[in-house]
């Protein structure tokens, strides 16, 4: 073994392909596309690196062509849940006493055949699966992804090398443990990115996983569980079980051995969560780690002084890129009135440059929403908004679902900045705009604090210095990441740590050492070299 002090690469973000007409990495993707879209994949469980099959299947197929059947997925039943407990209990300890800079040495092997070979297995799975542009899946599935793994190792580093100072006679240092337990990791569909990360994170710091994905993610997530055997990582570090989210949470979080969850999902799903693993405390080692990013009701607020263009520009492709459907996605807008008509004239310029349609076509802006049940709420929210006397469509409202889950891109105005689609999170192409008086700029900023119990995103257009600096003290609470003069989507690993509080979650940040260090349990060590061998004090002695 070497004795040497290593340090790992600096950081670095992966370059974003543009996919331009002609370019090698279009047709490189196309050809991909096809090749996916010809199969029908049989996706197992793998549990301790070996694949189970349950017989039990559902099966993946294309939001934007929802007869088309990519993959037939395995779903786990509750001896399948416990087995895949027991795995990483069993890969625990060796994985744990792995040096770290071979755990490093792990993600950073993904990262780059994330950046070759991979890339256009995890893009083209992430389009075909999750209804993604090749753009949309190119920041996503290849560069987020890659960049999660390469900052994560550094973060790592950059934890261990935290150590608390020691006087000549005294060593004292800091030994950042793995949990005692395993790590019950959830993750969504709209982000291949986060179903890499929320079970990785926990992974480098010396933890073991119970991977439960979605259901509508499972091609891309089937991919990166085969990403991680052929980097090297050891069988039952991450355990993957697809299945029925109630029933494995359920056995999940009852098991005496759990020590924590990372989850990013709907508010409801994690308050339940919460109140499980609060009831479940007496059966615990100890206090389990509750790591969670939740739901969003991201805005745009436009102050007089802000640019037009640009803000038109910033609150369109911030609500309809991949279909509203990021946590980040802006649905509701605060617009001046003194600038309302030019916006709004802006605004239905750029809606009507919107082509939707299918994923292979890559002059296709807008895709399909995720699922049926999506579909069915976002025409409810759009249906509501018809028959108010408090809004009007002013473009889209309509869907329609014979081929794929398609709901147009739908803006409304409504008098009432606390009518229901200004309120509640909808996850679907729908935004609200509220257009408000001048002169009642703190009243409104008021309003918007209070309207809405989340607060994840946010941002601001002005140009005037003092409003700035105005808007981002009365804004300060209403959302975890705050942009100024830009829209509220896209935050980058390293640059923006990304997270949200109020009922938009933990805010453990994403993308900085602040997530990864809820995964380690630190013990302090003293050593002392010139122990006492006696009582004597001098305050003991006689005078």
């Known amino acids: 073994m070497s004795n040497a002090i290593f340090s790992l690469p600096e950081s670095h973000n992966e370059p974003i392909l543009p996919y331009a007409p002609g370019s090698r990495e279009r047709a490189l993707l196309k050809a991909e596309l096809e090749r996916q879209y010809a199969l029908e994949l049989d996706i197992p469980l793998i549990i301790g690196g070996k694949e189970v099959r349950t017989g039990k299947t559902q099966k993946a197929t294309c939001p934007h062509d929802h007869q088309h059947v990519l993959a037939r997925f395995h779903e786990a039943g509750e001896a399948e849940v416990r087995l895949a407990i027991d795995a990483a209990l069993a890969a625990k300890k060796d994985w744990e006493a792995t040096p770290w800079e071979d755990r490093a040495a792990i993600f950073h092997k993904v990262a780059s055949l994330i950046s070759g070979k991979y890339r256009y297995i995890l ?19 290849t560069c987020e992804t890659a960049d999660f793994f390469r900052y994560n190792a550094k973060f790592m580093e950059e934890i261990y090398k935290q150590q608390p100072i020691s006087d000549p006679h005294v060593w004292n240092r800091v030994h950042y443990r793995a949990l005692e337990g395993f790590v019950f990791a959830v993750t969504p569909f709209n982000f291949t990115a986060i179903a890499a990360n929320l079970p990785t994170a926990p992974a480098v710091m010396g933890n073991t996983v119970v991977w439960k994905p979605a259901s509508t993610s499972v091609v891309s997530n089937y991919y990166l569980m085969q990403l991680y055997k052929e980097a090297g990582l050891p069988d039952g570090v991450i355990n993957f079980i697809p299945g029925r989210g109630s029933m494995i949470g359920k056995i999940a979080l009852e098991d005496p051995n759990f020590a924590g969850l990372h989850f990013t999902g709907s508010t409801g799903v994690f308050n339940s969560m919460w109140k499980t693993i609060s009831g479940n405390l007496e059966r615990y080692k100890g206090y389990p780690r509750i790591v969670g990013e939740t739901g969003g009701k991201d805005y745009v607020f436009m102050h007089a002084s802000g640019d037009v263009d640009e803000t038109a520009a910033g609150i369109v492709r911030a609500s ?98 606390k009518f229901v689609t200004m309120q509640e999170e909808i996850f679907a192409p729908v935004l609200t705009i509220y257009v408000y008086d001048d002169a009642k700029l703190d009243e409104t900023l008021k309003v918007l604090d209070e ?10 257009f002005a140009r005037d210095r003092y409003v700035i600096n105005q808007l981002t003290e009365a804004l300060a609470n209403t959302a975890g990441n705050f942009y100024i003069n830009d829209k509220p989507t896209g ?34 060590i003293k050593e002392s070299f010139t122990p006492p061998r006696d009582l004597k004090f001098p305050f003991l002695e006689a005078e």
């Open 123 to 141: 893009n083209a799975a992430t389009m075909l699966g999750q209804s993604k542009s090749a753009y949309q899946a190119e920041i996503d599935s």
């Open 320 to 417: 309809f890129e991949y279909q509203g459907q990021k946590c980040s996605a802006c649905s509701r807008v605060y617009a001046p009135a003194s600038h309302w008509p030019e916006l709004k004239a802006r605004l239905l310029e750029l809606m009507g440059e919107i082509r939707m349609g299918d994923v292979r076509d890559f002059r296709n802006f807008f895709n399909a929403v995720i699922d049926e049940a999506s579909f069915d709420n976002a025409m409810k929210y759009i249906e509501l908004a018809k028959a108010s006397k408090e809004a009007e469509i002013l473009v889209g409202g309509k869907g329609d679902k014979s081929k794929g889950w398609f709901v147009e891109p739908t803006i409304i105005l409504t008098t009432n900045p």
């Open 451 to 460: 309207t809405s119990p989340y607060a994840l995103t946010g941002a601001i």
């Open 491 to 524: 935050a980058v690993v390293g640059h923006q740590p990304f997270g949200g509080a109020r009922a938009s979650g933990t805010n453990d940040k994403a993308g900085s050492f602040l997530n990864l260090i809820r995964w380690t349990s630190p013990r302090t």
